[in-house]
């Protein structure tokens, strides 16, 4: 199962390899984790479909997704735009490939792989990673399931539930309350399953 980068000095240095390694995949990785946009829609990004703010460093793109036809048009700042404008110039796809083709996504997994494996990350990770800690993020910080999956256009809020990796940490807060050696095996006054499941992940970011 592909799983998000959660912890935060597993990212950085995930991002700082990357960075060394493969100039695009760099620029990949912080589009895919600064929009949750999906992998095929990265990929296939053109220059033309960019407006480009030098002034605020900022890059709005309008994006029709791939898999579910609906439109975002999100906003690329920080990190993210200094990398991609680095890139630019280079053909018609933010992302070239050969023969005047964007890059795919099996060059872009290769490049993933290679970083993680070089930092020794023990999970697997590849193109949807990004997104995945995105979607991750958001949830930890205080967006509902609902808003949730919205935004990454899932049809049920069970599949965002499992593909934020918050399931992990709701059933970690439920086993908190059955634990006997925390609780005498009943709830306590004010323990809210929801905020200690956030309040876990972000123990574990901060690792």
């Known amino acids: 199962m592909v799983e998000p980068i959660i912890n935060m000095t597993e990212r950085k240095m995930f991002i700082s390899m990357l960075k060394v390694q ?13 929009t949750a946009l999906r992998a095929s ?15 605020t ?20 700042k920080g990190q993210a735009f200094d990398a991609l404008i680095k890139l630019h110039g ?11 083709k964007p890059m ?20 697997n990770v590849n193109t949807h990673s990004g997104r995945k800690t995105n979607i991750f993020s958001g949830w ?8 949730a999956r919205i ?20 059933e970690l807060a ?8 925390l609780f005498g095996g009943g709830v306590v006054d004010g323990y809210d399953i929801e905020v200690r499941a956030r309040e876990l992940a972000k123990a574990e970011v901060l690792a």
């Open 41 to 55: 829609d990265v990929l296939s990004l053109k220059w033309s479909d960019m407006n480009i703010n030098l002034e």
């Open 22 to 34: 493969n100039q695009k995949a760099h620029a990949f990785a912080l589009v895919s984790m600064s």
């Open 151 to 170: 935004k990454a256009g899932h049809s049920s809020k069970d599949i965002t539930y499992q593909y934020t990796s918050a399931q992990r940490f709701y």
């Open 90 to 100: 280079q053909g018609e796809y933010v992302f070239m490939g050969n023969k005047g």
């Open 174 to 181: 439920e086993a908190e309350v059955a634990d006997d050696t």
């Open 104 to 123: 795919g996504r099996h060059a872009m997994t290769a490049a993933y792989k290679k970083a993680a494996s070089t930092i020794g990350l023990s999970y």
């Open 140 to 147: 930890m910080h205080g967006m509902d399931l609902e808003t």
């Open 57 to 76: 460093k900022t890059i709005t793109v309008g994006v029709k997704e791939q898999k579910t036809g609906s439109k975002r048009i999100p906003a690329i």
